[in-house]
């Protein structure tokens, strides 16, 4: 299955970078900059101008990387994810749960990564087809959330986004997170025009995840 394949590519990177930025041209270098660091899986968020403009050429440009994977992010209603999904994303994650974003995807076999702070909501997602929850806000759940979320739904693959850093990745993953999503600490030095900081973050977060998956097997 779509839905499944990318999913795992996903689970494989460990990290899905998330992209803000003032223009198409610097979400595309932030792009590049993740990408040669190793993270594979890049989120555009609708918060960039011309985001469907910037999906579509990283779509085109890493078409012979079929490793790396764009979605969208901040996707908040289903027109939204129709535009995402017709320039190429191949996953769309929302701040929120959306009923009707959550079966748009579901008929383009798109994986759906909504937002959830509870186990209602987690629960809510699950039965509308979200093969991946977004824990969000990650800084106000903490990583210990999800052992207790882990406790009634040992099934469920969670990512959490926001407050994931350097710090506290590895635990996140210890705790049995499927991945992670990073924005404002992965990219920050894009401030600066410093992409090679970005690559050097990048390749960081990847060694830390794979560390601690290391601790696991």
């Given at each position: ?98 009923e009707r974003t959550a079966k748009l995807c579901h008929l383009y076999q798109i994986p759906y990564m909504p937002g959830c702070m509870t186990i209602t909501e987690i629960k809510q997602a699950i039965e509308h087809g979200a093969g991946l929850i977004k824990l969000f806000p990650g800084d ?78």
């Amino acid at each position: 299955m779509k839905i499944y394949k990318t999913l795992t590519k996903v689970m494989e990177s460990g990290v899905v970078a998330v992209v803000r930025a003032d223009s198409r041209e610097e979400a595309e270098a932030i792009s590049e900059a993740c990408v040669k660091g190793g993270i594979q899986a890049i989120e555009i968020t609708f918060t960039i101008q011309d985001a469907e403009a910037v999906i579509k050429d990283l779509a085109s440009h890493f078409s012979d990387r079929p490793e790396v994977i764009i979605g969208a992010g901040t996707v908040l209603d289903e027109m939204t994810a129709r535009i995402a999904i017709l320039a190429g994303a191949q996953f769309v994650v929302s701040p929120c749960f959306d009923e009707r974003t959550a079966k748009l995807c579901h008929l383009y076999q798109i994986p759906y990564m909504p937002g959830c702070m509870t186990i209602t909501e987690i629960k809510q997602a699950i039965e509308h087809g979200a093969g991946l929850i977004k824990l969000f806000p990650g800084d106000a759940l903490g990583p210990e959330f999800v052992k207790a979320v882990k406790g009634p739904l040992p099934q469920v693959l969670l990512m959490p986004t926001g407050g994931v850093s350097l710090d506290n990745v590895e635990e996140w993953i210890r705790n049995g997170c499927a991945a992670v999503g990073v924005g404002g600490n992965l990219i920050a030095p894009a401030i600066n025009g410093d992409y090679e900081k970005i690559t050097e973050n990048a390749r960081q977060y990847i060694q830390k995840v794979e560390r601690a998956r290391v601790g696991l097997a």
